[in-house]
């Protein structure tokens, strides 16, 4: 069973900069794509970026573009996200997800989650 545990959220000043780490265990890293979705209050869970196994595909959705860079160390069976910029609306819970094999396509419908971090950008 694939276990996921993110960390780095917090509260930061618009234009301040977050990393976030996804710590994976229990599953072969290195052969499954990873995912960072994030869900505001009153809205549904996005697709933030996503990267495949091999870490060649990259994903972001516009409103990430040039802010978020996504990586993934499969030495140490982590993900990041580093966000640049940050912006009021970047609030919102963010969850790391894996899929079931290395393409961008298996985070569709990611079977693991992590529980979550907070990042609250003040404006």
């Known amino acids: 069973q694939v276990q996921l545990v993110e960390s780095g959220g917090g509260l930061v000043q618009a234009g301040g900069s977050l990393r976030l780490s996804c710590v994976a265990s229990?599953?072969?890293?290195?052969?499954?794509?990873m995912g960072w979705f994030r869900q505001a209050p009153g809205k549904e869970r996005e697709l933030v970026s996503s990267?495949?196994?091999?870490?060649?595909?990259?994903y972001y959705r516009d409103s990430a573009k040039g802010r978020f860079s996504l990586s993934k160390d499969n030495a140490k069976n982590t993900a990041y996200l580093q966000i640049n910029s940050l912006k009021p609306e970047d609030t919102a819970v963010y969850y790391c997800?894996?899929?079931?094999?290395?393409?961008?396509?298996?985070?569709?419908?990611?079977?693991?989650w992590g529980q979550g971090t907070q990042v609250t950008v003040s404006s």
């Open positions: 997800a894996a899929g079931t094999g290395p393409s961008l396509a298996t985070l569709s419908t990611p079977p693991y």
């Open positions: 229990g599953g072969s890293f290195s052969r499954f794509a």
């Open positions: 990267i495949s196994a091999s870490g060649v595909a990259t």
